[in-house]
């Protein structure tokens, strides 16, 4: 069997059930991408003042609290990250939790165990203190001291239709479209023999 043949054969094989080759690259389709990022952000948008945190109730993370003092804070098992979770439930860059002037919320960078709050899944999630972050399996409580909650910003549930498009929304669909653009480029390169 030539080298061109084992890659093949390996892609007709699920991703959970391949004893070798990639195991932690999710592919999901567009249509799927884009009905997620249709649904819009789930959860109803909390404008906070001062500094949450997010403190550990799983093993991996229990006891430890990390205060959330950036815009933008990342997620994930690579050393890069701002908060640094060892687990092989959460992947080396899982997730991201922005912080847009006391509003805040979780984005799930397409991670193979995916980001829920409170037990449901979105790709982007108001956050409200007490609400619970799963990252894989690993979970966190969004806690934000009591003499700092405010009242819901806009006062309404935000849905993703006629709601308006966030950045993180626009950044997602830009990603999408750029990851649609390399697979139309490899497939066209496959097909002219080019690889």
């Known amino acids: 069997m030539t080298d061109k043949e084992k890659k093949e054969d390996l892609r007709a094989v ?113 956050l409200a203190p007490g609400d619970v972050i799963s990252f894989g399996r690993v979970e966190m409580v969004f806690e934000a001291p009591e003499s700092e909650r405010t009242l819901p910003a806009g006062g309404a549930r935000r849905s993703g239709r006629g709601a308006g498009t966030s950045d993180t929304a626009k950044a997602v669909l830009w990603a999408a479209a750029g990851a649609g653009l390399l697979i139309v480029l490899g497939v066209a390169a496959r097909l002219l023999g080019l690889i």
């Open 14 to 126: 699920p991703a959970d059930q391949r004893s070798q080759g990639p195991n932690e690259t999710m592919m999901i389709s567009s249509s799927e991408l884009a009905a997620k990022i249709a649904a819009g952000a789930a959860g109803t948008a909390v404008k906070l003042q001062g500094t949450p945190k997010l403190v550990g109730r799983s093993e991996a993370v229990a006891g430890r609290a990390y205060e959330l003092t950036k815009p933008k804070t990342m997620i994930g098992r690579q050393d890069s990250n701002d908060i640094v979770i060892i687990d092989g439930t959460v992947s080396a860059r899982h997730a991201q939790i922005v912080n847009d002037e006391g509003v805040w919320r979780v984005v799930n960078l397409i991670s193979t165990n995916g980001t829920s709050v409170n037990g449901r899944t979105s790709v982007v999630s108001y």
